[in-house]
């Protein structure tokens, strides 16, 4: 059975879709950008203020869900600039230090809100 998911400690969704959806005991997140739950400002001064903010939604999202950081299998990153790698890698290893997931990362034309970050995630519950 699916199970939609929401939480206000992440931005709502910008179109017609979820935060997230449960099955079978597995979290699929929709893509975060670096939007301020509270306020929907985007996040944009660095990449490294963006990655982190894109990071602390899937966070919460997950956290929402009954899951977490370390119950991570998969994870996507798109990426206005792949120049931005070495610097997303640096964020990114504070919030998956010892637990590293599965990965892809790839640099795309455009992102909504023409933000600089977009992180997906796939956990278990």
Not at 24 to 50: D, M, N, R, Y
Not at 65 to 83: Q, T, Y
Not at 100 to 123: F, G, N, T, W
């Amino acid at each position: 059975m699916l199970k939609t998911l929401h939480t206000d400690k992440a931005p709502a969704a910008v179109g017609p879709y979820s935060q997230a959806i449960e099955v079978e005991g597995l979290i699929f997140t929709s893509g975060q950008i670096p939007l301020v739950p509270e306020t929907g400002e985007l996040v944009s001064e660095s990449i490294e203020k963006a990655t982190e903010r894109s990071l602390e939604n899937v966070k919460a999202i997950l956290e929402n869900a009954g899951s977490s950081l370390e119950k991570v299998i998969k994870v996507n990153i798109f990426l206005d600039d792949m120049n931005d790698f070495g610097k997303v890698n640096e964020i990114y290893g504070k919030y998956f230090d010892s637990h590293k997931p599965a990965r892809s990362c790839v640099e795309v034309a455009k992102l909504p809100k023409d933000a600089l970050i977009e992180i997906e995630a796939i956990a278990v519950k």
